[in-house]
Nanobody
Framework: QVQLVESGGGLVQAGGSLRLSCAASGGRFSTYHMRWFRQAPGLERDIVATITKTGDTYYIDSVKGRFTISRDNAKNTVYLQMNSLKPEDTAVYYC?????????????WGQGTQVTVSS
């Protein structure tokens, strides 16, 4: 069982920056792919960025060049550096850990952290 705790959200003006952190415990962090999702009011939860267990990174088009996902396996933590924030980035941000072992999928979610970008 993996526990995930996000932090770093808050209120920021458009053009500003925030760095989200997601601290993991209870599992072998380095064996999990880590992802950031976000959910705006009234909308579905959507993927934002992924970093695989081997360090490959993927982003949705709307955040490319502005957001950077990274991981520190020694600290069991994944980060999302968000620059040039826009009001449309306002959402609750969640981290997720997942892996497949012997055909079985294991998924774990954090509780989320609110990011609000004012115009």
């Amino acid at each position: 069982q993996v526990q995930l705790v996000e932090s770093g959200g808050g209120l920021v003006q458009a053009g500003g920056s925030l760095r989200l952190s997601c601290a993991a415990s209870g599992g072998r962090f380095s064996t999990y792919h880590m992802r950031w999702f976000r959910q705006a009011p009234g909308l579905e939860r959507d993927i934002v960025a992924t970093i695989t267990k081997t360090g490959d990174t993927y982003y949705i088009d709307s955040v490319k060049g502005r957001f950077t996902i990274s991981r520190d396996n020694a600290k069991n933590t994944v980060y999302l550096q968000m620059n040039s924030l826009k009001p449309e980035d306002t959402a609750v941000y969640y981290c997720k850990a997942d892996r497949v072992v012997a055909g079985i999928s294991y998924d774990y979610w954090g509780q989320g952290t609110q990011v609000t970008v004012s115009s």
